[in-house]
């Protein structure tokens, strides 16, 4: 099925109605892109288009009432339906006139209906016979057609209610609605009962005789009746009369289980005919029904046999014996698929089990074949229409792909690609499993294509036609190059129109870190605001700043630069990193309470990708490149509030030799903190995000379709947030906390410093004692950042020594915690981030000294 075709379709409709559209005019109004088009006015234009074709009204209801939301492909996919019925009935009508040559070249003749005594006459359903001059499969439903008709007519004229109201099945043909024969007809015309008792054994075998072939059509007799059955899948058990002699009655038994096997098919045949049931089950129904003619057909010529008195019950037992297991297989199929409620795909599976366990038996297996292979005609076609043209036909969930209707919103887009088409594994034939996943790709691969307003022209598309064969699997090649194909023109349109490449060196630019200078102006420019409390933000004037350094620094030669956006996230990076590791939204949580939070700790950039970039870029790819993000920006954050505090203490030259001194520890300390943080830093871009990109970079010049975008895409940001030590709470609320002893110790150093320079140098040096600071409302400005415990009577040095302890013993803690997990998982970028802080053992050994 294709769109090349449906157009020639709709050329020879609109051709032959005489419309004043062109066929460009009505796709241009059926695509419907303005929306000015309702449902109801595009079906009184298709009304217009199918008036002059015979059933047209059919497929003009059928477009209104499945009101479409996408109206173009729903008349591509109603304009191919319009061509295969086109087609089918052109082949019915060929093989019907085959088969009418074939009738006039052969013709069996049958006798007379031979006169038996009246005493031992059957009621006038079992033994009324009216032969056709010619007996087929075709007409051996035309001769139960008159059965009924005789009998109707020799009761009451017209077939009475309870044909209607008490189980009576119908089954729809060409000739008109008919009855099914199961044992059913009791209510029509009473059963008379018969005394066989007293006559011979040659006298009493013809009548038995009769009553069993009535029995095996599905007809209910006097000496053989069918027991009430407890549930409907239970087989049909046989009540056979005492009257009847023993040695008939062995043979009788014998026999009696091909008609519950014929009662089991029947069963199944009646109730698979409502909608409800699905192309498969209908498309076995009819393969099913076609067997039942050929089992009438066998049935019936028995009967010629017997009227010419030339059958006997070990004739009947010999030509039946080779019917006895294929319908005993047929029987167990049809009964294990009414158990278990199957439909679709898992019909199909269950029939190539049945196959599989009948190895050896090739009569049944011959069967069972074609059973399977006519039932999967509909669902190949729901497949072809699937791998070819990216659209789902499925009306009654048989089909192994599930449509979750969605609308492409930002809120969706993560959940578009991973949700929209799922697999149902129930209804996915065992012959598909291996390639389930492929074909839903192949599928989902055609609908984004579509959803971009491109074309995939497939040229193997007119010459395909996917057809079950259970010897040469020719549809795993059809179904291996579609797949190949949609692969390779989504993964062509992504990477050269859409530039998928240059949009990730985009995002690596700025949530990596990647542009220094757009870094450190933008921190110029909002380090005052994301020093304020969170509630306290503008988030306005943080975009218009943004905006401001992306025109100025070496960003803006970044075409998508624009797509870069601030956010404030209503929880800190440690609440981030629960949420991802919970697979938790997180961007739902906007009422958590910010009171605490600094600006610096909720800041954080955005990317808005478009489609269909955003199938890459989703939501939860960018809340991980968000976290490694927050991670670098605070540790640029605290690297640069200590190297502003190192320019602010040149000053102390200024100072005597004996005050300078005093600053000499809280200089080292600085240091220390300094080179721990840059090295944090540098080991989570130069030893993890750099190696890792690299790693990245290249698998992606190697693959072949878009999946192995999104997994390589994963595996980069998993293995940058597992190095970078993000996954693990406690070690990074550790990290955290070392950069805020830093912090603190900072805004100590600051006030302590603005206090010498402002107060007179000459009081202050009056005494060569330790200086101790003589205000205690500025000593409690200097600490109020302060975490740890402290007296106000104490002097600078201890101050300073406490700071130092703190960091020191922070520092160890998180070095052992990054031991512990390098241990348990050895990673040699765990082992050189221990090397890099606590290099010659320094950290280790002066500390346990």
């Known amino acids: 099925m294709s769109e090349t075709k449906a157009r020639k379709v709709l050329a020879e409709l609109v051709k032959k109605s005489g419309i004043t559209y062109s066929v460009d005019n009505v796709l241009t109004i059926f695509r419907n892109k303005d929306g000015k088009y309702n449902n109801k006015r595009l079906g009184a234009l298709l009304s217009q288009i199918f008036k002059t074709t015979p059933n047209g009204a059919k497929y003009v209801e059928e477009f209104v009432s499945s009101n479409p939301k996408d109206s173009y ?34 013709a069996i003749v049958g006798d007379s209906v031979s006169k038996r005594a009246a005493m031992f006459e059957s009621p006038p359903l079992s033994s009324t016979r009216i032969v056709s001059d010619q007996v087929t499969p075709e007409n051996v439903q035309e001769i139960k057609e008159k059965i009924v008709q005789a009998v109707t007519n020799r009761s009451t004229g017209s077939i009475p209610a309870a044909l209607v109201s008490h189980n009576y099945e119908y089954i729809g043909s060409r000739k008109g609605a008919m009855v099914s024969w199961n044992f059913n007809y009791e209510e029509l015309y009473p059963m008379q009962n018969k005394n066989v008792s007293a006559i011979p054994l040659s006298s009493q075998e013809p009548i038995v005789l009769k009553e069993l072939l009535d029995c095996l059509m599905g007809v209910k007799g006097s000496l053989i009746s069918p027991k009430k059955r407890t549930t409907p899948f239970n087989p049909v058990e ?49 393969a099913l029904q076609i067997i039942i003619n050929d089992y009438y057909l066998s049935i019936t010529q028995l009967e010629e046999l017997f009227l010419k ?56 297996q011959k069967v069972l074949i074609h059973l399977l292979e006519m039932a999967a005609v509909p669902y190949m076609e729901m497949l072809q229409l ?99 194909f949609a692969s390779s023109s989504l993964l062509n349109l992504i990477m050269n129109k859409y530039n998928l490449i240059g949009r990730l060196h985009s995002v690596k630019r700025y949530f990596l870190l990647q542009q220094g200078d757009f870094i450190s102006q933008f921190m110029d420019a909002c380090e005052e605001d994301l020093n304020k409390d969170v509630d306290n933000l503008r ?66 950039f955005s990317y808005n990708a478009q489609w269909p970039v955003s199938i890459v870029l989703n939501r939860w790819t960018i809340s991980k490149y968000q976290m490694i993000f927050r991670q670098l920006f605070y540790l640029k954050y605290v690297e640069r509030i200590l190297c502003r505090v190192w320019i602010a203490n040149n000053r102390t030259k200024l100072f005597a030799p004996q005050t300078a001194k005093l600053y000499r520890s809280a200089f080292t300390l600085r240091q220390k903190m300094l080179i721990a943080i840059q090295n944090f830093e540098s ?167």
């Open 73 to 106: 492909m729903a008349l591509v996919v109603l304009l191919n339906t319009f061509l295969q019925d086109c087609k089918q009935m052109q082949s019915e009508k060929s093989a019907l006139a085959q088969q009418q040559q074939q009738q006039q070249q052969s």
């Open 238 to 286: 046989f009540q056979v009369s005492d009257q009847i002699e023993e040695s008939l009655k062995d043979i009788v038994r014998e026999i009696l289980p091909l008609a519950s096997h014929y009662s089991q098919i029947q069963d199944f045949v009646a109730a698979s005919s409502s909608l409800e049931s699905g192309q498969v089950l209908h498309a076995l129904r009819a």
């Open 309 to 364: 008195q030339q059958l006997t019950f070990h004739k009947l037992l010999y030509f039946l014996r080779p019917v006895f297991h294929t319908m005993e297989v047929l029987a167990d199929s049809v009964s294990t698929i009414r158990q278990t409620n199957s439909k679709g795909g898992s019909v199909l599976t269950l029939l190539h089990d049945k196959i599989t366990s009948t190895t050896g038996d090739e009569k049944s």
């Open 386 to 484: 699937w791998i070819l043209d990216g659209v789902i036909h499925d009306t009654r969930r048989e089909f192994l792909i599930e449509h979750n209707a969605m609308d492409l919103n930002e809120n969706e887009l993560m959940d578009y690609w991973e949700k929209q088409y799922t697999i149902r594994l129930d209804k996915v034939p065992c012959f598909l499993n291996k390639y389930a996943d492929v074909i839903l790709r192949t599928g989902k691969y055609l609908n984004v294509i579509r959803e971009c307003g491109s074309s995939a022209d497939y040229q193997q598309q007119s010459t395909i036609t996917l057809k079950y064969t259970h010897t040469e699997q020719t549809y795993i090649t059809a179904i291996e190059n579609a797949y190949n």
């Open 539 to 604: 988030p306005m004037r943080l975009e218009n700043l943004l905006e401001v350094t992306l025109n100025m620094s070496s960003a803006r030669y970044d075409e998508y630069h624009d797509d870069l956006k601030t956010m404030l996230l209503p929880y800190g990076i440690v609440t981030q990193i629960s949420k991802i590791v919970k697979k938790e939204d997180v961007f739902l949580d906007t009422l958590g309470d910010t009171s605490q939070l600094k600006g610096i700790e909720c800041f954080t």
């Open 683 to 849: 080991y989570m871009m130069i030893e993890v995000i750099e190696p890792n990109w690299h790693i990245f970079y290249q698998n992606i010049k190697q693959i072949k379709n878009i999946d192995d975008v999104l997994n390589y895409h994963q595996d980069f940001l998993d293995q940058c947030i597992k190095n970078c030590m993000l996954t693990d709470p406690d070690l990074l609320k550790s990290i955290i906390n070392l950069c805020n002893i830093c912090i603190q110790f900072c805004a100590f150093l600051a006030e302590a410093q603005r206090h010498f320079v402002d107060a007179e140098l000459g009081s202050m040096l009056a005494s060569t004692d330790d200086f101790s600071l003589s205000s205690e409302s500025d000593y409690d400005i200097a600490c109020q950042q302060d975490a740890t415990s402290m007296e106000p009577t104490e002097t600078f040095s201890a101050r300073v020594e406490h700071f130092r302890t703190d960091f020191t013993e922070q520092l160890m803690a998180l070095l052992r915690k990054i031991t512990d997990i390098a241990t348990q998982n050895p990673s040699e970028k765990f082992i050189n981030l221990i090397h890099r802080i606590n290099f010659n053992s320094y950290y280790s050994d002066n500390f346990d000294s």
